[in-house]
């Protein structure tokens, strides 16, 4: 089957196409044919050697939705020609991945393979901030930083499905797109300064770090907290300011990413897609996802599935 391989560190052109042999599912994974993978940035982090560890060579993505064509001895509760989408551990840039049941879901009846490829490491990391660890409720008041991105774009969507108050941070290209999504402020973070429009949050959502995350402390009510998907670099702040500082690492669970998938079929949360690639073009994927810009989901169509 063809799978991109990376045999060293470096920028998109290391990247390659290669055959390699069919993987076979142990007994607590099955074997999908992948119809859609998802390009994120934590795979161009890891092939740069910026996060985590590999081995060479190795198969870059973690996000797949596909169909099942084999299963391991012990599972249950799927079955070969089911669709499904998840977490792969041994790449999803491939024609065909295995995935474990610990990181597998069914997929709705209307939701389509590249929706359902967006779920992770997208819409579910948006659920385990805002939810998962962020605890927002019904008549909060929450702020989200890079609004517009491929997490934050719905974060905004679920966090207004809750009934929160929603303030959301983007480029004035993105002004717009994020009132459309459900915003309530907006707010042009390269002509306004977030901490002198909006006061008394109970929640920050921090996809940026930095200088934007040392600025976020202010704006948060006493026992708010802010989450970050980058890493708290001064937990002091957070004491000194007596809300929480969050480092977002928890998962939501399997039932919840179900919910999740639901509201994706039902249309009550849309998913943004910048692009679609043929794996063929993996190269310019990974480029487009460096640049760090954009709104919505980078992803590869890798089979006809889709």
């Not at 910026?50 to 012990?74: L, M, V």
């Not at 994020?178 to 707010?187: R, S």
């Not at 006061?199 to 770090?209: K, P």
């Given at each position: 089957m063809k799978a991109v391989?990376?045999?060293?560190?470096?920028?998109?052109?290391?990247l390659k196409i290669e055959g390699i042999e069919t993987p076979i599912p142990k007994d607590d994974e099955v074997l999908i044919k992948v119809a859609y993978a998802g390009v994120l940035p934590i795979d161009w982090k890891i092939r740069q050697g910026?996060?985590?560890?590999?081995?060479?060579?190795?198969?870059?993505?973690?996000?797949?939705?596909?169909?099942?064509?084999?299963?391991?001895?012990?599972i249950t509760g799927f079955k070969v020609g089911d669709t499904v989408f998840g977490r792969t551990k041994r790449g999803a840039y491939k024609e065909k991945a295995?995935?474990?049941?610990?990181?597998?879901?069914?997929?709705?009846k209307h939701l389509s393979f590249e929706h359902a490829a967006t779920i992770i490491a997208g819409a579910e990391t948006a659920w385990k901030a805002l939810f998962?660890?962020?605890?927002?409720?019904?008549?909060?008041?929450?702020?989200?930083?890079?609004?517009?991105?491929?997490?934050?774009?719905?974060?905004?969507?679920?966090?207004?499905?809750?009934?929160a108050e929603v303030i959301g941070t983007a480029s004035a290209a993105n002004q717009s797109f994020?009132?459309?999504?459900?915003?309530?402020?907006?707010?042009d973070y390269k002509q306004q300064r977030f901490e002198e429009e909006?006061?008394?949050?109970?929640?920050?959502?921090?996809?940026?770090?930095?200088?934007?995350?040392?600025?976020?402390?202010?704006?948060?009510?006493?026992?708010?907290?802010?989450?970050?998907?980058v890493g708290i670099h001064n937990p002091q702040a957070a004491v000194e300011h007596g809300v929480q500082g969050i480092?977002?690492?928890?998962?939501?669970?399997?039932?919840?990413?179900?919910?999740?998938a639901e509201l994706?079929?039902?249309?009550?949360?849309?998913?943004?897609?910048?692009?679609?690639?043929?794996?063929?073009?993996?190269?310019e994927a990974a480029l487009q996802s460096e640049t760090g810009h954009g709104r919505g989901r980078i992803l590869l169509k890798v089979t006809a599935e889709g």
């Open positions: 391989r990376v045999n060293e560190f470096g920028g998109p052109e290391v910026k996060a985590g560890k590999k081995r060479f060579p190795y198969t870059p993505g973690i996000a797949a939705s596909g169909i099942i064509e084999q299963i391991g001895k012990n295995t995935i474990p049941v610990t990181t597998l879901n069914h997929m709705p998962t660890q962020g605890d927002l409720q019904a008549g909060q008041r929450v702020l989200i930083h890079a609004a517009a991105g491929g997490v934050g774009h719905y974060a905004v969507q679920l966090a207004k499905w809750k009934g994020l009132k459309e999504l459900g915003a309530d402020q907006t707010i909006v006061a008394d949050v109970d929640l920050v959502i921090d996809l940026i770090g930095g200088e934007t995350q040392d600025r976020s402390w202010d704006v948060i009510k006493p026992g708010g907290k802010l989450v970050s998907l480092d977002n690492q928890e998962s939501p669970t399997l039932s919840e990413l179900d919910q999740l994706m079929a039902e249309g009550i949360i849309k998913t943004e897609i910048k692009k679609i690639y043929p794996l063929e073009k993996v190269q």
